[in-house]
């Protein structure tokens, strides 16, 4: 009876410190990163990344996307934005997205590439916005339409994203008053229905 008491009580007490050591190790991995220690990183993040931990999913993912402690391995790269991304990770849906625009570790595929840049803007990354005003644009993964693009590029220059305001700029010179402001309306509307997502 004992026994079973101490082995039910040590088990509810990993249970309730688990978390805090997901983070510990999640932290203690962070400042190895940092300290351009991606040895140690990775001993830290490989368990994380396994149980699912979109954080360390990422950021695993960004050391086989540059050759950081690991050989460089964009296909492995892209597996692992990819578990990040269908958990709702942003910025990992974004490396998805540039994954198929660009071809890194997987063939081109342009409709791939907007479906995850759209996953990305709708999680709240800058980025995603960007990259979906550019296939408007170019017409990579869509139909071409410059007044989609342009209502894009102003959302994406409201968020800061360097490269959006020329994109804009250019864009704008390619349409009517009227299609412009319709672009701009669109822009604020979705603006307006996201503003809890972006800082």
């Known amino acids: ?20 050591i997901a983070v510990a190790d999640f932290a203690a991995g962070m400042a190895a990163a940092r300290q351009g220690d991606f040895v140690t990183a990775l001993v830290e993040w490989e368990p994380l990344a396994a149980t699912g931990d979109m954080d360390a999913q990422m950021n695993l993912g960004m050391m086989y996307e540059r050759g950081a402690g690991v050989d460089q391995d964009p296909a492995m790269a892209l597996v692992l934005f990819t578990a990040a991304a269908t958990q709702g990770h942003s910025l990992a849906a974004y490396k998805v997205g540039l994954a198929f625009q660009l071809g890194l570790g997987t063939p081109v595929d342009y409709g791939a590439a907007v479906t995850w840049f759209r996953v990305s803007a709708e999680n709240g990354y800058p980025g995603g916005v ?9 017409g990579e993964g869509v139909d071409a ?3 989609e693009a342009l209502k894009w590029f102003y959302m994406a220059d409201e968020l800061g994203w360097p490269n959006a305001r020329p994109a804009k700029n250019f864009t704008e010179r390619l349409l009517d008053q009227g299609a412009i402001e319709a672009a701009r309306l669109d822009a604020t509307t979705w603006l307006d229905a996201h503003q809890g997502l972006f800082p």
């Open 130 to 138: 960007y990259e979906l005003g550019y296939a408007y644009y170019q």
């Open 145 to 147: 339409d410059p007044e």
């Open 1 to 20: 009876m004992g026994q079973n008491f101490l082995a039910l009580a040590l088990a509810t007490l990993v249970g309730v410190l688990a978390p805090s």
